[in-house]
């Protein structure tokens, strides 16, 4: 299995829903990560994780809570989302950190 | 900070032309370069990054310090390679894996 997985590939919230982003990858990559990518813009780097601990936090509000319960999930948690943070979320893995990204096809988010 | 600049959001040519996609960066350190690519309906994928110093699919870059460029060039462009082309930055050490993209460049090659 060569891909990176993400579910659901769509997902519409209300402000006071609680929802979560799932990411899946068998690749054996210890590295995963989370980008934001909004209409006609380039990707925006949320959060890293590597050897399931989170690295890198791109001072993202607290209203995203990432989660890496083992090496090959990661899970982004949403609560009390903003209409400003509908998006294209996009997970990604790597061998290591200063490895080739693999790209999932991201998960549409609209926040009503 | 870290910052890259793609100064041409769309580039038209024909098949068979050679085409240039620029990039430069701004970075105090010694960063990677990369290309991705996606094109219509697929995922964004790695096209080559500069220390592996290979051609991908006809694609070069070299990774000019002292002007702070990373331009991507392929002498005869095919129709397949239409697609959305984004130049990254990583500036390693202890922040590898902090990639920023830049703003992207459309290239449509026309038969």
């Known amino acids: 299995d060569t891909e990176v997985t993400q579910t659901p590939k769509h997902l519409v919230m209300g402000m006071t829903n609680k929802k979560s982003l799932k990411c899946e990858q068998h690749?054996?990559?210890?590295?995963m990560y989370w980008y934001k990518q909004k209409a006609k813009k380039p990707p925006e780097l949320m959060f890293v994780y590597s050897y399931e601990k989170l690295s890198i936090n791109e001072s993202v509000p607290s209203r995203f809570s990432p989660e890496c319960p083992n090496s090959s999930l990661l899970n982004l948690h949403l609560h009390a989302l903003q209409p400003e943070d509908s998006a294209l979320y996009l997970c990604?893995?790597?061998?290591?950190?200063?490895?080739?990204?693999?790209f999932g096809s991201g998960t549409q988010l609209s926040v009503l | 900070a870290q910052r890259v600049t793609q100064p041409e959001k769309l580039l038209s040519v024909f098949k068979g032309a050679p085409v240039e996609l620029k990039c430069n960066y701004s970075?105090?350190?010694?960063?990677?370069l990369f290309w991705y690519v996606q094109y219509s309906r697929q995922r964004l994928q790695l096209l080559l990054r500069h220390i592996s110093r290979e051609s991908i699919k006809g694609f070069t870059a070299d990774l000019n310090k002292g002007e702070t460029s990373f331009h991507l060039k392929k002498p005869f462009a095919q129709e397949e390679d239409s697609a959305m082309y984004y130049c990254a930055l990583d500036p390693g050490g202890t922040s590898y894996g902090k990639l920023t993209f830049g703003q992207g460049t459309i290239l449509t090659v026309h038969p």
């Open positions: 970075y105090s350190g010694s960063p990677e």
């Open positions: 690749m054996g990559h210890r590295a």
């Open positions: 990604a893995s790597s061998h290591a950190t200063n490895e080739k990204l693999f």
